[in-house]
């Protein structure tokens, strides 16, 4: 089992940065799909960005992509999403999962993941 916890939320003006942190305590990230997901009231969790700390393969959904990074320090045990060029529409709260399937390649679908985090909100003002 991992347990999860989110970091670095905050208010930012549109065009502007910030950098979300999970930090892992329990399990390492070696042993799970890793995944980001935002969720704004009303509206389905939206998968952004997911990876395996060890092959390194990570995909981003098209409304994020060149403009989000998502990184791991495995030293920490700790994964990061970097968001640059943010938007209003970025404006929701963020949470971190991890996968223990068996899957060929990690997933943006929530309902695969099994641990999450408590989120952290991201608010861009116009």
């Known amino acids: 089992q991992v347990q999860l916890v989110e970091s670095g939320g905050g208010l930012v003006q549109a065009g502007g940065s910030l950098r979300l942190s999970c930090a892992a305590s329990?399990?390492?990230?070696?042993?799970?799909?890793m995944g980001w997901f935002r969720q704004v009231p009303g509206k389905e969790r939206e998968g952004i960005s997911c990876s395996s700390s060890g092959n390194r393969s990570t995909i981003y959904a098209d409304s994020v992509k060149d403009r989000f990074v998502m990184f791991f320090d495995n030293d920490k045990n700790t994964m990061f999403l970097q968001l640059n060029s943010l938007k209003p529409e970025d404006t929701a709260l963020y949470y971190c999962?991890?996968?223990?399937?068996?899957?060929?390649?990690?997933?943006?679908?929530?309902?695969?993941?099994?641990?999450w985090g408590q989120g952290t909100q991201v608010t861009v003002s116009s």
């Open positions: 999962a991890a996968d223990r399937s068996s899957l060929s390649r990690c997933t943006l679908v929530a309902g695969w993941y099994d641990y």
């Open positions: 329990g399990r390492t990230f070696s042993s799970y799909y």
